[in-house]
């Protein structure tokens, strides 16, 4: 017997609704935060493919950054046959590991270092300015929820704000100035669970000193840590800072804070106080000092030069 039009239609709308819902409903893999980041920065994903720990995935990082060895990676960027930075932008040097050297021979290879950024139009900060990873933290390079890496080991420190950092050899820093991206393995995932606060005295220092020692059986060699628990509220962005950039010491390649409060109240701290800042000149290209000769060649941190905010990047 047929069906009536009204029961036709119910029926319609019945199926429909039955195959709505299958689709809506498939099974979505599940990510760490990490996961996510990476998934965020990856490119040249196969259509539908999730992140997981363990794949090999090209990046394109937010930014990349060089200190005193910028030097050998511009020869690596050289000898590849490589000419132009792929993006600029990307880019930004820091002079801090041997700012005490005032021989002819440091002076010359940081003059060198800054007549290349000049050329390439690339953030850089002078010897005298400042840790390199400290200035990613406090002029917005290293931002959450981002993908940022260095050349060096200790930029798992981005993870105090919430950013991914990890760290680069020479070469894949030259290749990053050439292409704008790189190839890395993700990490296995450690969780890491904070509970209660720290006793008076007690400081972000103490705590991954004791992580360390407590297991120091390879336990989180080359993984990725995120830090989790109620007793990171309770923790200030220096001590997340410390204790990632130390996480490094542990053997880990990244360890990660939660965005949370504590995170969100640093920022707008930090935005007042760049609200302050004075410049110069409106004209960004009158407002950089002019380059040093190398024979003369002082560090000081008054030469640094950045562009303009594009979101939370400025000069000195």
């Known amino acids: 017997m047929p069906l009536s039009p009204l029961r036709s239609l119910q029926w319609a709308s019945l199926t429909f609704a039955r195959r709505f819902a299958t689709s809506a409903e498939r099974p979505r893999v599940p990510q760490t935060v990490i996961e996510k980041v990476v998934q965020k920065y990856a490119v040249g994903l196969p259509d539908g493919k999730v992140v997981k720990a363990g794949d090999y995935v090209m990046i394109r990082p937010q930014h990349v950054m060089t200190h005193d060895n910028t030097g050998p990676v511009i020869s690596k960027f050289r000898s590849i046959g490589a000419t132009r930075i792929y993006n600029p932008r990307q880019v930004v040097f820091t002079l801090d590991h041997d700012v005490q050297n005032k021989s002819e021979k440091n002076l010359k290879k940081y003059a060198t270092i800054e007549a290349f950024a000049r050329q390439h139009g690339i953030d850089f900060y002078p010897a005298g300015r400042g840790i ?59 969780k890491v669970e904070f509970k209660g606060r720290l006793a008076p005295g007690v400081t972000g220092k103490d705590v991954i000193v004791a992580l360390c020692g407590s297991f120091n059986h390879d336990e989180v060699l080359n993984a990725a840590i995120e830090f989790a628990g109620e007793g990171v509220s309770h923790l200030s962005i220096d001590d997340r800072l410390t204790i990632s950039n130390m996480t490094t010491e542990w053997g880990a390649l990244v360890g990660v804070f939660p965005v949370d409060d504590v995170t969100l109240q640093w920022y707008e701290r930090a935005i007042e106080k760049m609200e302050q800042r004075t410049f110069s000149s409106t004209s960004l290209s009158s407002a950089i000092p002019p380059p040093p000769r190398a024979s003369s ?20």
Do not use: K
């Open 132 to 190: 390199g990873h400290q200035v990613l933290v406090e002029e917005g390079y290293a931002f959450p929820n981002t993908l940022t890496v260095a050349s060096d080991s200790h930029s798992n420190m981005y993870g105090g704000v919430g950013c991914v950092g990890t760290p680069i050899v020479r070469t894949d820093a030259a290749a990053l100035w050439a292409t704008g991206q790189t190839w890395w393995q993700v990490p296995r995932m450690v």
């Open 297 to 316: 060649y002082q560090p000081c941190s008054d030469r640094c030069f950045a562009r303009l905010p594009t979101h939370f990047r400025f000069g000195c």
